[in-house]
T-cell receptor, first 113, second 113 residues
Framework: DAGITQSPRHKVTETGTPVTLRCHQT?????MYWYRQDPGHGLRLIHY???????DKGEVSDGYSVSRSKTEDFLLTLESATSSQTSVYFC????????????FGPGTRLTVL | DQQVKQNSPSLSVQEGRISILNCDYT??????FLWYKKYPAEGPTFLIS?????DKNEDGRFTVFLNKSAKHLSLHIVPSQPGDSAVYFC????????????FGQGTRLTINP
């Protein structure tokens, strides 16, 4: 298994509070990604990183920011959480030897009340 | 604008028979397609991929077929086993450094004994 961990695994918070989710990899991969999974939508890309301090927006980036100060860590921040951000968040790294594909972390279930 | 669509939310198949999961896409710029399998409370796991220049790729019990003219791909699982019960996501991507996967909504496959 690829060495990807996410913390926390579960979080309940209130509307308006800041939240930071952490993704940690031990594979030294250059590319890291944050997705959210919602019923009826599959997984949607929030932000991605192509190196330390290099990040870019994905499909659903509004309300989210990211930071990558070290190769192994990619942080996702909700500056002021809203109920629409209740979701399961997955971090991923690429890539698979010899082809495309991403390894995913175990996910963080976030509930915003 | 759903670039990747899985129109069947669920599929039920008898153990030992063939499972066929379908996926349609609209973005002609994708140059790779991937299938992921997801169990509850876990991250998606890569299953198999296919390049847009091929029409078939096989890996053990899993075969993916690509019909570019119809913008359609399918995943065949033969024979189906109880452990195959999971949610399956198809995804498309253009491999250009970062792989920004675009996922379908997912199909829940249930294998009945």
């Amino acid at each position: 298994d690829a060495g990807i961990t996410q913390s926390p695994r579960h979080k309940v918070t209130e509307t308006g509070t800041p939240v930071t989710l952490r993704c940690h990899q031990t594979e030294n991969h250059r590319y890291m990604y944050w997705y959210r999974q919602d019923p009826g939508h599959g997984l949607r890309l929030i932000h991605y990183s192509y190196g330390v301090k290099d990040t870019d927006k994905g499909e659903v980036s509004d309300g989210y920011s990211v930071s990558r100060s070290k190769t192994e860590d990619f942080l996702l921040t909700l500056e002021s959480a809203t109920s629409s951000q209740t979701s399961v968040y997955f971090c991923a790294i690429s890539g698979l030897a010899g082809g495309p594909g991403q390894f995913f972390g175990p996910g963080t279930r976030l509930t915003v009340l | 604008d759903q670039q990747v669509k899985q129109n069947s939310p669920s599929l039920s198949v008898q153990e030992g028979r063939i499972s066929i999961l379908n996926c349609d896409y609209t973005n002609s710029m994708f140059d790779y397609f991937l299938w992921y399998k997801k169990y509850p409370a876990e991250g998606p796991t890569f299953l198999i991929s296919i390049s847009s220049i091929k029409d078939k790729n096989e890996d053990g019990r899993f075969t993916v077929f690509l019909n570019k003219s119809a913008k359609h791909l399918s995943l065949h699982i033969v024979p189906s086993q109880p452990g195959d019960s999971a949610v399956y996501f198809c995804a498309g991507t253009k491999v250009q450094g970062a792989q920004k996967l675009v996922f379908g909504q997912g199909t829940r496959l249930t294998i009945n004994p």
